[in-house]
């Protein structure tokens, strides 16, 4: 009987942090990696780990994986690579459901050309949202509705630029929801030190000129929330 599965190319921390949050949906995981020099230490995580290569005949996953029900993880760090391994993996799983990962935006729109099914943008000053958000239930239930429910929610960093206007305010003070219909999950400051929206240091914290707010909702949401703070 063939296994339903994740299977995640790319054995790095963003393939590592997928491994930990899918595994409620997953009892078995898969990690690609393509670099047999890379190693990185994850004892907490329950999943099988194999070298595999760009040029890899795709039949013995075909054989051993149900992959209309399993779902497929690009998180290569080279985004060329990526997008070849997007384009592979697309033109011999027709049905599959392919999430890829990018570091811009450019090459999202590559992605989807590539057969991705779903896109997600991760920026390099960003580089550990994805740790950071997975540590709060409702994050975790977010990401579940932009990987596996039909959703238009984003997944957005946006630079504040007009900090007079959460003057009198801590973040963790906002009701984002109710006054802008999205959702803040994280700050990443100008040192690139990052904190939970409810930590206790954003708790007493101000928001400044430069700060970045990821935060999750719909695009027309997430536009209008950033001509408000100027970003």
């Known amino acids: 009987m063939k296994s339903v599965s994740a299977l995640i190319f790319g054995f790095n921390e963003y393939g590592l942090e997928i491994a930990r949050n899918v595994n409620y949906k997953y009892k078995d995981i898969t990690i690609f990696n393509l670099d047999k020099s890379e190693f990185i230490y994850a004892g907490d995580i329950d999943y099988t780990l194999r070298i595999f290569d760009l040029s890899d005949d795709w039949e013995e996953i075909e054989e051993e994986f149900d992959m209309e029900k399993s779902i497929i993880f690009c998180a290569i760090r080279d985004e060329a690579k990526n997008i070849f391994l997007t384009i592979s993996l697309r ?43 997975l540590k709060k239930p409702i994050a975790t239930e977010i990401l579940h509705n932009i990987l596996y429910e039909d959703s238009e ?71 209008d929330f950033q001509k408000r703070i100027g970003g």
């Open 91 to 133: 033109s011999y799983f027709k049905d599959a459901t392919i999430i890829s990962l990018t570091n811009n935006k450019e090459d999202a729109n590559k992605l989807k050309m590539a057969g991705a099914s779903k896109v997600i943008p991760i920026v390099e000053t960003t580089a550990g949202i994805i740790t950071d958000m």
């Open 153 to 223: 929610l984003k997944i957005e960093q946006v630079k504040i630029e007009n900090a007079k206007y959460f003057e009198k305010e801590f973040p963790a003070d906002i009701n984002w929801s109710e006054r802008f219909g999205i959702l803040v999950l994280s700050i990443v400051h100008e040192d690139m030190s990052r904190e939970f929206i409810y930590s206790s240091k954003s708790k007493h914290t101000k928001l400044i000129d430069g700060d970045i707010l990821i935060a999750v909702g719909y695009d027309t949401d997430l536009k």
